[in-house]
């Protein structure tokens, strides 16, 4: 079998299904994204780019539907070059929104297409609507609206879809979801488990908090209101003046990786130290970005974890932080409810009252004993529903059923199937051509790229 990933930033969401397929040396694996130098074993890598940037003159509506066609034709672009050596994939997965799916279709006709949908734009009930309480300008809904022309030509071109939660999945237009399935990336819980022994020392960074009995916990992609940056460092502040033994730690870069940015120069970690200036800055640590080794430590000898999140896109790092048996403080937002429940497996609080967060961060660091069954059932929750070892069989069996040019099965392994077919109706939704014969295994692909660690 050959298959072709796309995504920017291979492999990100297709890790643990890419290595899984490039175990096998019956198939050929190819996985295409810009220059980042990332690797797995047994896949081979082809890089694009676009050949510029949007053009300030575009309108603003279609700025990112501009970067999308420019990243598609580089996308392309470099795939003829592979197409020309002889490389025909029988399954295109990849990462709808950015632009690099749009064309591939054209290029391997013959091939199917499975689009991961990660998020469909809305203006109201949604993240854009979210901190103005349900006011949004006649200008953001109809910039919003267009901003999903490239994922509604993925919902119309792909042979299938993949939405990683049900909340994400119910964003998406109800004339295409009788060919989405619902069903998490999966977490490595082997990698991702409790070690009560674990102790927080990062020589390279000067911090020791092995002696620390209060670590409050907290990581991100980027330090940003769609995470709750400002509502956690608020809390913070509130809960050093109450716990003068408390030492946080902050995972994660200064940026905004979701969300409008402050202007050039600012960042929210600068713009909140300089907001909140009583804040203790010896007891609070900024690690920058970790490796997944350190990260899983912080992780193991949080005493409380915070999780916050506007209606978005649900993070990788609550299911983590949920199988390494964390003790955890989340918002009481759409996409957190469908994993947790307050009082059950977390504690859930007002995503716009730091009041209340630090309230319920206390509350977990008081009573850890009686918390205990939280962190067993935070665990359990990934284990049940979330497990790669599950999941991950159930992402290669729809890769086969679409190469074989078999209608994939009504649920596949979603976690709440909520959102996914029955099984006439995915019949109808998607018909096959005949498979095609296999063809000789071409020469002078790219070579393998070294084994990196993640």
Known sequence: MRVL??????????KHVAAALAANKNNQIVGASFDNKKSLPGV???????????????HHYLRNT???????????????????????????CGHSGWGCTLYVKDLFPEARQLSY????????????????????SYDDMCRVRTRNIPIVMDLVNCDWGICPTTFQASKIPPLFRSKISVMHDGIDTDFFKPDPAAKLVFPNINLDLSGADEILTYATRGMEPYR?????????????????????????????????????????????????????????????????DDYLKVLQASSVHVYMTIPFVLSWSLME???????????????VREVMEDGKNGLLVDFFSPSQLADRIEEGLDHRDRHAALRKAARETIVERYA????????????????????????PGAPLGLLVPEPAVAAAAIQMPPVRKKSRRPKNLPKTGRTRRR
């Not at 949908?117 to 949004?136: C, I, L, N, P, Q």
């Open 117 to 136: 949908f990660e998020w469909f734009y809305h203006a109201r009930d949604s993240d854009v609507d979210f901190f103005t309480r349900g006011k949004v």
């Open 228 to 292: 709750g940056f400002p509502q956690f460092m608020h809390a913070v502040a509130l809960l050093q003046k109450r716990r003068p033994n408390l030492q946080t730690v902050v995972v994660g870069t200064d940026r905004v990786a979701y969300g409008k940015k402050l202007p050039q120069g600012q960042t929210y970690k600068k713009k909140l130290l300089e907001e909140l200036k009583d804040i203790d800055q010896s007891r609070l640590h900024f690690t920058g970005h970790l490796p997944y």
């Open 5 to 14: 990933f796309l995504h920017n930033n291979f492999p990100a969401q297709f």
């Open 66 to 92: 501009e970067l999308a066609v420019l990243e598609a034709q580089g996308v392309f672009r470099s795939l003829s070059d592979l197409r020309k050596k002889g490389f025909v994939p029988d399954v295109i």
């Open 388 to 411: 790669l070892s599950d999941l991950l069989p159930k992402h290669l069996k729809l890769i086969e059923d679409l190469a074989a040019g078999r209608t994939p099965s009504a649920s």
């Open 44 to 58: 081979s890598r082809v890089y694009y780019k676009a050949a510029r940037e949007a053009n300030k003159e575009t």
């Open 321 to 335: 932080s949920l199988a390494a048996g964390c003790l955890i403080v989340a918002s009481d937002t759409d996409p």
